[in-house]
């Protein structure tokens, strides 16, 4: 009769996982971090962001529609669209459909990847406590 001896390998909690899910976390945070921050410097202004393109400059004055306000309503016209960007925005979206929709899939697929990591990493804590 022979005698097998049994390695039993103790659970343990994941390196590799913990720390691309912390990096996952942190690259989420910095992000909503940043577009707080723009949506909150749009809010810049007090004027539409939304500038009319001057066909003989080749680079776009991002600062158009500074100090607009106090031009006159005819005035402001020439430099950014008064009436607002939603509809720019609109057509900004259909004109590129399929690359944000490929943004918000991956986007969508990476959180759904880091949900099964975080069960993964709960139940290998749960295995090292029950030990």
Known sequence: MSCKYQHFQEPEVS???????????????VLGALFLAIGLWVWRCGVPFCCIRDPSEDVLNTQCGYDVQLKLELEQQGSIHTKGCVEQLEKWLQDNLIVVA????????????GICLTQNLVSDIKAVKAN
């Open 15 to 29: 390196c590799c996982g913990k720390y691309f899910l912390l990096g996952v976390n942190i690259v989420f945070w």
């Open 102 to 113: 490929g943004v918000f899939v991956g986007i969508v697929l990476l959180q759904i990847f």
